[in-house]
């Protein structure tokens, strides 16, 4: 399958997040996307190719406006105050607050449009997550022209980005961006698949009231896991998409045996919803050495979800989320990869 991939990714490297009270350096590296790359490239998983440009309207048909003029500006605004270090919320919008009026304060703003402090701002942050929607929009594109699959390797992550907040590492949803770019070209039903540790609360935010967009997440259960604070089952749609949103949530420390029940009640589903084009949240933090989650994936676990999305026989975008198992998250990747070119 086609590799879509940019070094503009480097432009995005946060120094510090706070963890447990804490700033600690980040775990999202560009390192993460170099292995991968590595990876793919070592294991000829397919032909590598540089992302096209898309204009930022494109990112806009799932974020909003305001939040894009923000991430746009943000770096700008900050130094124009005299801070040259990255960008971290310390002040959020919550239950009760007004979020109608954007603040003129810069630590405002970067508030209403974030949710935790585990995601740092800095001078190229926005050219790198405009490069990683680009190179979800080129996956797409490809795969809408006839290609069987593509991988979308792109950094920083995107499943935790709402339409209007970042967070968890992320700041523009790539694989919303590549689920609406498929039903702006042509299909009528899309199926977003989340396979990271995480539950992707901004993806699932995004299409929560649609029926043409379904939403399934297999993830660490929120009562213990990040995000904490959505996945739970009973999550299943609003309004239009009551019955087009599922979630998984599993124990931590769930066995193999478990994630496969549930991947294969999601395979049903997206079966009997008769989609056009599925899209792969592919985060391998749920690799058994992975320092941040508690699931026990291996290469035989990563190959079979490979092979069982092939049986799918749907057109097919994967794009890269989450694994901070430095060493090992390119090989990862490539067995999922591999496991689906293999069953084809
Ligand atoms: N005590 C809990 C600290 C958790 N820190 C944030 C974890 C973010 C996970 C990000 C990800 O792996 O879901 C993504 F795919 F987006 F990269
Ligand atoms: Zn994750």
């Not at 961006?177 to 609360?201: C, I, K, P, S, T």
């Not at 739970?232 to 931590?252: D, F």
């Not at 490979?306 to 901070?324: D, I, N, R, S």
Request: aromatic share 12%; hydrophobic share 40%.
């Amino acid at each position: 399958m086609k590799i879509i991939y940019s070094e503009r990714h480097r432009l995005h490297h946060g120094e510090r997040e706070m963890y447990r009270g804490q700033l600690v350096p980040c775990f999202e590296k560009p390192e993460r996307a170099q292995f991968v790359y590595d990876a793919v490239k070592e294991r000829k998983v397919g032909e590598i190719l540089e992302p096209k440009e898309f204009p930022v309207s494109a990112i806009e048909r799932v974020h909003a406006p305001r939040y894009i003029r923000f991430l746009e500006q943000a770096w700008d605004l900050w130094t124009a105050q005299g801070y040259t270090n990255d960008a971290l919320p310390a002040v959020w919008s919550i239950r009760g607050h007004r979020d109608d009026i954007e603040p003129e304060n810069f630590s405002g703003k970067l508030g209403l449009y974030s949710y935790d402090s585990g995601t740092p701002l800095m001078a190229g942050t926005w050219a790198a997550v405009k490069t990683g929607a680009d190179i979800a929009l080129t996956a797409q594109e490809l795969v809408t022209g006839g290609e069987r699959a593509a991988f979308a390797l792109s950094r920083p992550p995107g499943h935790h980005a709402g339409r209007d907040f970042m967070g968890g590492y992320c700041f523009v949803n790539n694989a919303a961006v590549a689920a609406q770019g498929f039903r702006d070209h042509g299909a009528e039903r899309v199926v977003v698949l989340d396979v990271d540790y995480h539950h992707g609360n901004g993806t699932q935010s995004i299409f929560y009231e649609r029926s043409d967009v379904m939403f399934l997440s297999i993830h660490g259960d929120p009562r213990t896991e990040y995000p904490f604070f959505l996945g739970h089952a009973n999550e299943i749609g609003n309004g239009e998409g009551v019955g087009y949103n599922k979630n998984y949530p599993l124990a931590a420390g769930s066995s193999n045996a478990l994630w496969f029940d549930a991947l294969g009640d999601a395979v049903r589903r997206i079966n009997d919803y008769r989609a056009d084009a599925l899209v792969i949240s592919l985060g391998v933090d749920t690799f058994a050495d992975d320092p941040i989650s508690k699931f026990q994936l291996r290469e035989p676990e990563y190959r079979k979800l490979g092979a069982q999305l092939a049986a799918l026989k749907l057109p097919t975008v994967f794009v890269l989320e989450g694994g901070y198992a430095v060493a090992e998250i390119g090989h990862n990747v490539a067995h999922v990869l591999q496991g689906f070119e293999d069953a084809g």
